[in-house]
Nanobody, 119 residues
């Protein structure tokens, strides 16, 4: 099993910045990629960004492309999401997730970290 712990949520004003962190533990050798998802109030969970732990290749949702940056520190089994220029519509619970070599998608999830962007 893989355990994930997110941190970095809180309250920020529109235009401000936050950095989320997600540290993985347990069977980290099984992780192929890590990603961030978010779920806004009354909406379904959506993909935000993902990164391959081997190649470093990244992928972003159109809604955050050019604004958010996902990065990783393999030595610390940690992935980050740098979010400058925050907008009220970025308000959500953000979840970290991992995809294993043996899976066809994200198969481990963190508990989520909430942040609110005030206008």
């Amino acid at each position: 099993q893989v355990q994930l712990v997110e941190s970095g949520g809180g309250l920020v004003q529109a235009g401000g910045s936050l950095r989320l962190s997600c540290e993985a533990s347990g069977r980290t050798f099984s992780i192929y990629s890590m990603g961030w998802f978010r779920q806004a109030p009354g909406k379904e969970r959506e993909f935000v960004a993902g990164i391959s732990l081997t190649s470093g290749n990244t992928v972003y949702a159109d809604s955050v492309k050019g604004r958010f940056t996902i990065s990783r520190d393999n030595s610390m089994n940690t992935v980050y999401l740098q979010m400058p220029g925050l907008k009220p519509e970025d308000t959500a619970v953000y979840y970290c997730a991992t995809a294993s070599y043996s899976s066809s998608g994200y198969d481990h999830w963190g508990q989520g970290t909430q942040f609110t962007v005030s206008s």
